[in-house]
């Protein structure tokens, strides 16, 4: 079990391991705030209402994540306030700052 991991040595034994962990013990996140897992399939829109995609996949890049879309054309926009317009995750849809020749 995870609880009985006391040490280095221990936490290395389960390199590879899958881990699950229950949505309720996720802490609460702020406003403008989301978990990766919850933005994954939500499409994406641009000004325009034009559909650029769905996200596939997020990447971290040390300095801000970036939206991995999925579509006819795979996009990647970085998840930040100067492109991301809104995210409503009941409509499951984010609108964007983002032309099609980007």
Known sequence: SVRDIVDRSGAEA???ARIFVARSSFP????D???????????????????????????DTGVHSVLQLRGDTERMI??????????????????VDWGLDY
């Open 14 to 16: 389960l390199r590879g």
């Open 28 to 31: 609460s996140v702020g406003d």
């Open 33 to 59: 705030e989301f978990y990766w897992v919850d933005l994954i399939g939500l499409q994406v829109i641009n000004r325009e209402g034009v559909l650029l995609g769905e996200v596939a996949g997020l990447i």
């Open 78 to 95: 970085p998840f930040v306030a100067a492109y991301i317009d809104a995210v409503d995750l009941g409509a499951r849809q984010i609108r």
